[in-house]
C-alpha cells in the first residue's frame, strides 16, 4: 500500500475549466485540482491532499468540505467534466515547501476495509453445520401447536447468514463457510 504524504507545494499552473464560469483548474506537482475561479494564482504555496486521504471533521469543517468526502475521505471525483484528484488549500506562512504536514493536520491513509475469504474461515464445527435446505412450513401444516411460541425472521437482502453459541463459544458463518 502507498504511503500518505500531505506536502506543501507550489501551484504548477492555473487553467480555465471548459465547461464552467466559477470555478478553473490548479495543476500541482501533476495533480489536477478543480479550485473556486480566482481563489489561487501559480507560485501560491498550498497543502496538496491526495485521494485516499481522510481528514478530521474539524479540518474539513474549516475548509468547508465535509459535504463532498465520503465519511471523511477524499476521492477522485468529476466536477462539470474534469477530474478533481484530491484537495488543496493555503498553506501556513511558517510552513516549508516539500515539508509533509500530514500528522500536524491529523490525516490519515484511507485503508480499505477487510475482506474475508475462505482461507480466512475457521475448520467445519460438527456441531455447527452448513445447511442449504430450508423447509418452506407450508408442507407441515401440524408442526405447530395453536398458543406455541414462534419465532419468525424473514431474509430481506440476499445474503444469509447463522449464528449459534456451540460448546461455550460463539460461531457465525454464512451459507458455505
Known sequence: MSSLVVRVRTIDEIRPHG???????????????????????????????????????????????????????????????????GLIFPAEPEWE???????????????????????????????????TDIENIRNFPDVLNLGEPVWVSEKLDGTNSRVGFVGGQWMAGSHNY
Open 97 to 131: 515547501v516539500e515539508q509533509d504536514v500530514a500528522e500536524h493536520l491529523g490525516i490519515v491513509k484511507y485503508e480499505p476495509p477487510l475482506k474475508f475469504t475462505i482461507g480466512d474461515c475457521e475448520v467445519d464445527h460438527p456441531l455447527f453445520p452448513r445447511y
Open 19 to 85: 465547461n464552467a464560469d466559477t470555478i478553473e483548474l490548479a495543476i500541482v506537482g501533476g495533480w489536477q485540482t478543480v479550485v473556486r475561479k480566482g481563489e489561487f494564482q501559480p507560485g501560491d504555496n498550498v497543502v496538496y491532499i491526495p485521494p485516499d486521504s481522510i481528514l478530521p471533521l474539524e479540518l474539513s469543517e474549516k475548509l468547508g468540505v465535509t459535504k463532498y468526502l465520503s465519511n471523511g475521505r477524499v476521492r477522485v471525483t468529476r466536477l462539470r467534466g474534469e477530474n478533481s484528484q
